[in-house]
């Protein structure tokens, strides 16, 4: 009878996880916090100004300009839907949102270093997480049920490029990110989070601002050159991390092989035949000199797609929120399968 009862506990609890995958809590068992750290891809509300707080910016989710630097959602929604959580509330809004899912710490425009704008960058970031636990809002027993999402998608490089940075000097630069990036990784897990969850580079070369000199017609190989090499010493930088830890506390997300699959499947699902018609963004500025969602004089300077939904950019650096899904799509295993060993590995 014994054995019997343990057999069939056994096979409800297959049948609970393999419907827990699209669901809420059992591919992550445990984890009801998430942290954000980074840029415009997980920003949810911390920029005070500007585009995000501007139309068209919004107009899919949640109908209105909201911070998101999207017409809709943004990468970091998507992990706290597949946590089975709400969205961390940004850092600027702490005083009078709810704050038990965790908070997001990210600026757009930023990077691992100062960039072009005042923003804090991603060790200011983590600097406002500390204050926050020196304040007592989360205990380590909370740390010890969360998740920190970290996101440099190249603003680092941006910003060298623009201030004069030679393509001689690239390579060196990116070895200096990416160990910036690994000392913040680290800092992150000494400060308590069970699981540290880094984002690699996007193909670079395939975003609108890159692809428009050639009409959207192809992607630019050199800003994919970068983005490789950033991408090879961040692996290696995290199975160091790994091998250190002595545990699987931090995770790479391949969002370049994302991009480029999500990219692929985008095509094949619109019927489109030409790669211009995939990269070419749904906002779009009617001269070089002005932005998605500029104004001047009471006078839209942009143009916007018919049907945002079905387009895959939807500015020269952002994907819509269809876009998003269909990297989160892509990724959906990788994020799930280290979470899914943890959870097997408590029996």
């Known amino acids: 009878m014994g054995n019997q009862l343990h057999l069939t506990y056994f096979f409800l609890l297959l049948s609970v996880i393999a419907t827990g995958s699209a669901g809420r809590a059992y591919a992550h068992p445990g984890f009801n916090k998430l942290f954000v750290f980074g840029d415009s891809y997980v920003d949810t509300g911390n920029w005070e100004t500007g ?16 911070g998101h630097f999207s017409d809709g959602r943004v990468f970091s929604e998507f992990i706290a839907a597949w946590m089975g959580i709400k969205p961390p509330t940004p850092y600027k809004f702490r005083g009078g949102r709810p ?17 072009l704008n005042s923003k804090p960058n991603m060790t200011a970031q983590i600097g406002l997480f500390e204050q926050v636990l020196e304040e007592k809002l989360y205990t380590q027993d909370d740390l010890k049920d969360s998740i920190a999402l970290v996101s440099a998608s190249g603003n680092d490089y941006n910003a060298y490029i623009s201030k004069g940075g030679s393509l001689l000097g690239m390579p060196g630069f990116v070895i200096s990110v990416v160990n910036q990036l690994r000392s913040n990784l680290q800092r992150l897990h000494n400060l308590g989070v ?15 601002q890159f692809t428009m000199p050639d009409s959207y017609e192809k992607c630019n190989d050199t800003a994919n050159l970068a983005a490789t090499f950033h991408n090879i010493l961040l ?36 019927g489109t035949s030409e790669l211009q018609d995939t990269l070419r963004p749904c906002c779009t500025a009617i001269t070089s000199e002005y932005f998605c ?28 929120q269809a876009g998003w899904h269909e990297i989160y799509s892509v990724l959906r295993s990788s994020i799930e399968n280290p979470f899914r060993r943890e959870f097997w590995g408590s029996f």
């Open 51 to 66: 585009s995000p707080w501007n139309e068209p910016y919004g107009i899919t989710y949640p109908g209105k300009p909201a």
């Open 194 to 208: 069970k699981k540290v969850v880094v984002m690699g580079i996007q193909p670079l070369g395939c975003l609108p």
């Open 99 to 115: 704050t038990e899912h965790g908070m997001n710490f990210a600026y757009g425009g930023t990077g691992v270093f100062d960039t």
């Open 293 to 320: 969602g500029d104004v001047r004089n009471g006078e839209k300077k942009y143009n916007v797609c018919t049907d945002p939904k079905s387009a895959f950019f939807w500015d020269s650096f952002h994907p819509t």
């Open 235 to 270: 692996t290696a930088a995290v199975e160091e991390l790994k091998l250190e830890s002595g545990q699987s506390a931090f995770v790479r997300l391949d969002m370049y092989d994302a991009f480029m699959s999500a990219i692929k499947k985008h095509e094949d699902e619109t």
